[in-house]
């Protein structure tokens, strides 16, 4: 990721977001999507396994399925203040040992990053310009699922991403969204040797999961 992107991520998921995202989870639980993604993870079994959480912000992910089963997780995060904010829950719910954290560029830190049995990208493929690297690089790392939300390839969801951008250009912000093309995107998982699973659309994004080839989980596929 280019200095002008992390700049600009850490500009846009402050302390400040990161306070009210953390006090939203404590109050009502995880984001929708984010339960969708939870939800159908918990569904194919997630018990023993381990988790990379890839952009998991303050962590609802990691949180969730550890509680769900999960023995180990792996946070990976560019912005400092949402590692920050997921490390202090970590030690809230009792889970800080159970729980690794890597504040960077994933693309960045993959080869010293170890493979878990699920990988999550919660709303982190918008957020990203080289969408070949970090679903070729994320979907190697998952060694039975691979859960993602991004935006759905629409007209709209693409006008109101350049408007999100053109904001983000008047405040001198680097920080840009992308929509990356969804026939890309599921071409580059199935070529990591997943197969989709469960999908849903939810508003401007949609959730999925993808099972590795061999592993045995359940079928839910639908859309």
Not at 18 to 27: D, N, V
Request: net charge positive; glycine share 8%; with cysteine.
């Amino acid at each position: 990721m280019d200095c002008c992107q992390c700049k600009g991520i850490e500009t846009v998921f402050n302390e400040k977001e990161a306070r009210g995202k953390l006090k939203a989870y404590r109050e009502d639980g995880p984001a929708k999507t984010t339960r969708m993604l939870i939800d159908a993870l918990r569904a194919q079994g997630v018990e023993g396994m381990t988790l990379l959480d890839i952009g998991g912000g303050i962590g609802a992910i990691q949180h969730e399925l550890l509680r769900a089963g999960v023995e180990r997780a792996t946070a990976v995060d560019a912005s400092s203040a949402y590692l920050k904010a997921a490390r202090q829950e970590a030690e809230r719910q009792g889970n800080a040992d159970r729980v690794s954290f890597h504040q960077g560029n994933f693309v960045d830190l993959a080869p010293e990053i170890p493979p878990a049995d699920i990988v999550t990208l919660d709303r982190v493929i918008c957020c990203y310009y080289d969408v070949r690297s970090l679903v070729g690089l994320s979907a190697a790392k998952a060694g039975s699922l691979y859960g993602l939300v991004y935006p759905q390839d629409t007209w709209w969801t693409r006008v109101l991403v350049r408007a999100d951008n053109l904001w983000m250009w008047v405040r001198r912000n680097p920080f840009r969204g992308f929509v990356h093309p969804e026939q890309m995107v599921q071409a580059l998982v199935r070529d990591g040797g997943l197969t989709r699973r469960y999908h849903r659309l939810s508003g401007p994004w949609q959730v999925a999961v993808y099972a590795r080839e061999g592993s045995q989980t359940a079928t839910t596929e639908r859309s």
